[in-house]
């Protein structure tokens, strides 16, 4: 999900339209904190992304974790170490109550 803005924020929107009702989301992705590492990811700021910013742009969605992770990865050669990600786990809304976690 390391996407332009704009075009992240559109397939965003996009997943979020195809969940039905009580459909989960779940997605991971560096956050500008991994500029400090060399374990991966895009070294562009831009395309990097911290949990306020998706919470601005999955409105509606009850998230049951939104959170910044540092986490181990070994993912090949390039993707070895501690690295800084986002994880977030949401649920479309289905009429019952959800909570919504800033």
Do not use: D, N
Not at 37 to 46: H, I, K, M, R
């Amino acid at each position: 999900m390391h996407l332009p803005a704009r075009l992240r924020a559109e397939t965003q929107r996009q997943a979020m339209a195809a969940l039905r009702p009580g459909g989960h989301l779940i997605l991971e992705a560096y956050t500008p904190s991994q500029l400090r590492s060399a374990t991966g990811g895009p070294p562009v700021e831009a395309l990097l992304i911290e949990p306020p910013v998706l919470h601005q742009e999955l409105v509606g969605l009850e998230f049951l974790v939104l959170e910044e992770r540092k986490r181990w990865i070994e993912e090949g050669p390039y993707h070895r170490g501690q690295s800084a990600v986002v994880q977030l786990l949401g649920r479309k809304p289905s009429g019952k109550s959800g909570r919504q976690v800033p």
